[in-house]
């Protein structure tokens, strides 16, 4: 009985922590995201890291050297979002005209069946200075975060100059106990494979659909490409949230026939990125369930705003990899996880 009750008592001790954790982190959202972000992209760095060290280049170069690549691809990146809006903001009254003319057509030919369809009032639902702020909102969302580049440049330089004596600071830490070196190695490197290769099928998932739509001659094609290769770090539901603009754009710009094309577009790659090419590099036993992926979406949506959302998969996955490492709550891992067939 009574271990029965202590069992209870570690239950509701261990729930009353995490819901103080997490309101800590609700509150402290400004500073916690940049750092989540920092981690993130210190993450998905390490591998880089480790491949100018293998070359016998010392930590230090080393570390300028990712950094580098980091402010780089960075900088290049903001430019080609920058150029995307502003292009997609000039060409808003253009796709509203379009908009209106549509509208007008669906009305004119449902009078022809006794319908009526007041078309200004259906002008204000289908407004693309909505859809604009919406967006503008987003990327102002992120702005902020970026608001604070040169800390979270710092906090990866120190996390990447750290992580090379790291295993060193365990060994002391746990009385050189093997049991929490191997727990460390194992979750840093299931870690970095699952960053590793989620981040080259994203990029790849990007390119891949830019080329498409630049073919077909879609407005904006860098842009749906970018935004391919964010939310392709979302399994599932990303690639379908990817999907919608661009096919709304397409039906703007030409008719059903191309938007059609364009969602087949999407389907082909993310069956051939996401569900082919992704599992055979990175395995069944890292993934999540869809219903986890979902949640995960929601609460670190809700937690840390729109960079919440986008990280919310990685954040999920380093927990469930770091309950993996450890016998005592590898059962929650499990149930994190996708389906296992009998």
Not at 12 to 24: C, E, H, M, N, P
Not at 74 to 79: E, G, V
Not at 120 to 146: E, H, K, R, W
Not at 323 to 329: D, G, H, Q
């Amino acid at each position: 009985m009574s271990s029965k009750n202590n069992t209870i008592y570690k239950t509701i001790l261990t729930i009353s922590g995490l819901v103080i954790i997490f309101a800590g982190l609700k509150i402290a959202d400004k500073i916690v995201v940049p750092f989540f972000l920092s981690m993130f992209i210190a993450l998905i760095s390490f591998p880089l890291l480790k491949f100018f060290q293998s070359k016998k280049i010392n930590t230090p170069v080393s570390v300028t050297l990712v950094l580098f690549t980091i402010v780089t691809v960075s900088l290049s990146i903001a430019a080609l979002i920058g150029s995307s809006l502003n292009s997609f903001r000039k060409s808003l009254p253009t796709y509203k005209e379009k908009i209106y003319g549509e509208i007008d057509n669906i009305s004119v030919l449902a009078k022809k069946y006794d319908i009526n369809i007041d078309s200004s009032s259906l002008y204000d639902y289908v407004d693309p200075a909505f859809i604009m702020q919406s967006v503008a909102n987003t990327i102002s969302a992120f702005g902020n975060v970026l608001t604070n580049y040169l800390l979270i440049l710092f906090i990866v330089m120190f996390t990447l100059l750290e992580a090379a004596g790291f295993s060193n600071k365990l060994k002391i830490a746990f009385n050189n106990s093997t049991q929490s070196i191997s727990n460390f190695h194992i979750f840093s490197e299931n870690m970095n494979k699952y960053l590793s290769i989620k981040t080259v099928v994203s990029i790849i998932t990007g390119l891949i659909i830019y080329l498409s739509l630049n073919f077909i001659g879609l407005d904006h094609a860098v842009m749906w490409g970018l935004i391919a290769f964010f939310l392709n770090y979302i399994p599932s539901i990303g690639s379908i949230i990817a999907s919608i603009p661009a096919i709304i754009i397409a039906l703007i710009q030409f008719n059903i026939y191309y938007a059609m094309l364009v969602a087949l577009i999407y389907l082909i790659t993310n069956i051939i990125m996401g569900s082919i090419i992704e599992p055979r590099y990175l395995g069944k036993e890292l993934g999540l369930s869809t219903l986890v992926i979902f949640l995960s979406l929601i609460f670190w949506g809700w937690l840390l705003g729109p960079v919440g959302m986008l990280l919310s998969v990685p954040l999920t996955m380093i927990m469930k990899i770091a309950l993996e490492s450890n016998e005592n709550t590898r059962w929650i891992s499990i149930l994190l996880g996708r389906n296992i067939s009998s």
